[in-house]
């Protein structure tokens, strides 16, 4: 079992920016794509972005390309959100995910969720 520990998130105005952080405990080939989902209240589920750690290909929303970036150490138990210009409707919990290599390829779903932070995007 692989646990998945977020930080990062708040309150912030439009235009500024966020960096989110996930800790897995430990790096397992069951979890080496690691991503986003945000999910604002009365919306769908959304996946935000997806990293796949052995060899770092990345993948965004076309709501998120340009502004978002996706990153994670060189451990590769910790991914990194880097949040630019933000906007109000980028507003939602966002919730750190792993899962195996195709979870990152197919859009097979994550194996492991975070508990969610939230992200507020307001003046």
């Known amino acids: 079992q692989v646990q998945l520990t977020e930080s990062g998130g708040g309150s912030v105005q439009p235009g500024g920016s966020l960096r989110l952080s996930c800790t897995a405990s430990k790096y397992t080939t069951t979890s080496n794509c690691m991503g986003w989902f945000r999910q604002a209240p009365g919306k769908e589920r959304e996946r935000v972005a997806t990293?796949?750690?052995?060899?770092?290909?990345?993948l965004y929303a076309d709501s998120v390309k340009g502004r978002f970036s996706i990153s994670h150490d060189t451990a590769r138990t910790t991914a990194y959100l880097q949040m630019d210009a933000l906007k109000p409707e980028d507003t939602a919990t966002y919730y750190c995910?792993?899962?195996?290599?195709?979870?990152?390829?197919?859009?097979?779903?994550?194996?492991?969720w975070g508990r969610g932070t939230q992200v507020t995007v307001s003046s």
């Open positions: 995910v792993a899962g195996t290599p195709e979870f990152c390829a197919l859009n097979h779903p994550p194996t492991y």
């Open positions: 990293i796949y750690t052995r060899r770092g290909g990345t």
